[in-house]
T-cell receptor
Framework: DSGVTQTPKHLITATGQRVTLRCSPR?????VYWYQQSLDQGLQFLIQYYNGEERAKGNILERFSAQQFPDLHSELNLSSLELGDSALYFC?????????????FGPGTRLTVT | AQRVTQPEKLLSVFKGAPVELKCNYS??????LFWYVQYSRQRLQLLLR??SRESIKGFTADLNKGETSFHLKKPFAQEEDSAMYYCALLSGSRLTFGEGTQLTVNP
């Protein structure tokens, strides 16, 4: 167990809807990363927050947004959902902002859009 | 743009046989590479990184800048090595992952 928690484990929703995925980092970690793992795109980096501020951005759609709160937990908001958004969403955390710090992954949230 | 390629989606070997999981990368800067592993029903975890030049669970990986490769090797595979392996390249603070190789070690 890496200490990173994600809720919910599974989420089933309809196209056009909006969902929020939650991630709690390991105690003491200031960085949170979000990744999307889908069958056709593989494991892709979405966005990184460090101590409440956006630090790096990857292939994140405009329909998606994220934030990190003062208690350092993070939420990934997905709106106007499409079938292609069905994927496993991972969160990871690390102590520092640089990628050289080991990233510890959560168990993921499996999103199914019907 | 950076890119990581793992040419084998599936790799099957017998216990005790050598194993090599291939990883090639494309990156204009000085690369920093990692191998991550995901065992069945477990979360993704770091296996090793090239800068530490260490051996973890008998696995080693050498960065070959001439061939732009970072292959993962183990001389004698064990059944517990069966897992999904991902090669990843660090750029800034973002990791770019390959598509992964599912390794099965048969008894």
């Amino acid at each position: 167990d890496s200490g990173v928690t994600q809720t919910p484990k599974h989420l089933i929703t309809a196209t056009g809807q909006r969902v929020t995925l939650r991630c709690s980092p390991r105690s003491g970690d200031l960085s949170v990363y979000w990744y999307q793992q889908s069958l056709d795109q593989g494991l892709q980096f979405l966005i990184q927050y460090y101590n409440g501020e956006e630090r790096a951005k990857g292939n994140i759609l405009e329909r998606f947004s994220a934030q990190q709160f003062p208690d350092l937990h993070s939420e990934l908001n997905l709106s106007s959902l499409e079938l292609g958004d069905s994927a496993l969403y991972f969160c990871a955390s690390s102590v520092g902002s640089s990628g050289q710090y080991e990233q510890y992954f959560g168990p993921g949230t499996r999103l199914t859009v019907t | 743009a950076q890119r990581v390629t793992q040419p084998e989606k599936l790799l099957s070997v017998f216990k005790g046989a050598p194993v090599e999981l291939k990883c090639n990368y494309s990156y204009s800067g000085s690369p920093e590479l990692f191998w991550y592993v995901q065992y069945s029903r477990q979360r993704l975890q770091l296996l090793l990184r090239h800068i530490s030049r260490e051996s973890i669970k008998g696995f080693t990986a050498d960065l070959n800048k001439g061939e732009t490769s970072f292959h993962l090797k183990k001389p004698f595979a064990q059944e517990e090595d069966s897992a999904m392996y991902y090669c990843a390249l660090l750029s800034g603070s973002r990791l770019t992952f390959g598509e992964g190789t599912q390794l099965t070690v048969n008894p």
